[in-house]
Every structure is written in C-alpha cells, then in structure tokens.
Nanobody, 116 residues
Framework: QVQLEESGGGLVQAGGSLRLSCAASGARAIFSFRALGWYRQVPGKQRELVATISSGGSPFYADSAKGRFTISRDNAKNTVDLQMNSLKPEDTAVYYC????????WGQGTQVTVSS
C-alpha cells in the first residue's frame, strides 16, 4: 500500500519561499514509473492542481504556479518536492501530494499560510 507524507509547510510572509517535500513509502518498485503531483485546497473550494511531473521528469504547472514554483522528483529517494518562491497570500492552502494522478493515493496535507 502506497503511503505519502508531506512536510515543509508553515507560515511565511508574502514574497518568501517554502519548500514542500513528499515521501512515498510502499512504492519502491513502481515509484519511478508513475507521475506525481501537488494539489492544494482552501476551505469551501475544490482541490486544485498546482503542478505535476511525469515519470520522465517533465513538469506541468497551473497558471498560478508558473514562473514561481518548481516541481522535482528524486526516484532514488522516492520523493517529490515543490519549491515555492515569491509566495502570495492567495497561495494559502493545504497542499497535498498525489501518486499516480488518480484519486487512489493522497498524503494527509501540509498547511501553507502566506501573510500579507
């Protein structure tokens, strides 16, 4: 069973940076073959895509993340990271990592709060 654990969230001022990390367990044999993603959700709204990375390392970003966020993966460590720069108050949300870009595997989420 794949389990995901996010870390790295916190409180930061607008314009600051945070790096989120997600570690996968139970997926060593298949991790490198699956796409991975970061999503975020604020109360009362649907979870939305932030960025994905293919098994080959090709990234995709939502418009809100382009130019500010960078997604990366380390297949040896079974991790996927999200470097977030130039953070804005509207980036405040719970951030979730996803394995395989389906609804099967999600982490528990990590809170990111950006103060103005």
């Amino acid at each position: 069973q794949v389990q995901l654990e996010e870390s790295g969230g916190g409180l930061v001022q607008a314009g600051g940076s945070l790096r989120l990390s997600c570690a996968a367990s139970g997926a060593r044999a298949i991790f490198s073959f699956r796409a991975l993603g970061w999503y975020r959700q604020v109360p009362g709204k649907q979870r939305e895509l932030v960025a994905t990375i293919s098994s080959g390392g090709s990234p995709f970003y939502a418009d809100s993340a382009k130019g500010r966020f960078t997604i990366s993966r380390d297949n040896a460590k079974n991790t996927v990271d999200l470097q977030m720069n130039s953070l804005k108050p509207e980036d405040t949300a719970v951030y979730y990592c996803n394995f395989g870009l389906t609804n099967d595997y999600w982490g528990q989420g990590t809170q990111v709060t950006v103060s103005s």
